[in-house]
């Protein structure tokens, strides 16, 4: 299972939106509405931000949202903070009953 | 306190043998699946092993089949990891992650780190 295609890094200043993308094959991304996001920050293990595509556990910000079509998910951050800063990953669940990270996203907030 | 405990990384010789153990508290152990996810130095994240609630079915990344058995002991609340014929690539950091009922993983504990090398 290859990982999921996401940008290595990506860039915005404070107050603007970025928005990652999360490519995959009709094996994950394109089988299921099954799609994740994480936020990990320096040292630290991942958090879950996004799950269902779109919906947001609780205690998350609104700010933070996801969408998909076909293949393809993508994570929206809007009104950027600098606390916003860090690694993100996308994941899937397969038709194989595994599951899929991204490589990875880098955010930096300029 | 809700939360996962991992121990039992360490430095080990390729071909060898390591066992990790992970402890839950704060939620009902039992109900949930719980799952190991690796993340090599520098690297992204990669999904390991599951494993149902009541230990009736576990399943593997193609990678570790064969290799690395995924366990637990409800009566403990505890999650296990065996590893065996480790090679250089098993390196990274292991997550004990607890299932969140939709396909997703929503408690991480800190990770142990697995260093595989001579």
């Known amino acids: 299972q290859s990982a999921l295609a996401q940008p290595a890094s990506v860039s915005g200043s404070p107050g603007q939106s970025i928005a990652i993308s999360c490519t995959g094959s009709?094996?994950?991304?394109?089988?299921?509405?099954?799609v994740t996001w994480y936020r990990q920050l320096p040292d630290k293990a991942p958090t879950l931000i996004v799950y269902d595509v779109t919906q947001r556990p609780s205690g998350v910000s609104d700010r933070f949202s996801g969408s998909k079509s076909g293949n393809t998910a993508s994570l929206t951050i809007s009104g950027l903070q600098a606390e916003d800063e860090a690694d993100y990953y996308c994941?899937?669940?397969?038709?194989?009953?595994?599951?899929?990270f991204g490589r990875g996203t880098k955010l930096t907030v300029l | 306190e809700v939360q996962l405990v991992e121990s039992g990384g360490g430095l080990v010789q390729p071909g060898g043998s390591l066992r990790l153990s992970c402890a839950a508290s704060?939620?009902?152990?039992?109900?949930?699946?719980m799952h190991w996810v690796r993340q090599g130095p520098g690297k992204g994240l990669v999904w390991v092993s599951r494993i149902k609630g009541d230990g009736s079915y576990t399943n593997y990344a193609e990678s570790v089949k064969g290799r690395l058995t995924i366990s637990r002991d409800n009566a403990r609340n505890t999650l296990f990891l065996q590893m065996g014929g480790l090679r250089a690539e098993d390196t990274g950091v292991y997550y004990c992650?607890?299932?969140?009922?939709?396909?997703?993983?929503?408690?991480w504990g800190r990770g142990t780190l697995v260093t595989v090398s001579t």
């Open positions: 992650v607890r299932d969140g009922d939709h396909w997703d993983f929503d408690l």
């Open positions: 009709s094996s994950d991304l394109g089988a299921y509405n099954y």
């Open positions: 994941s899937s669940y397969t038709t194989s009953h595994t599951w899929v």
């Open positions: 704060g939620f009902t152990f039992s109900g949930r699946w």
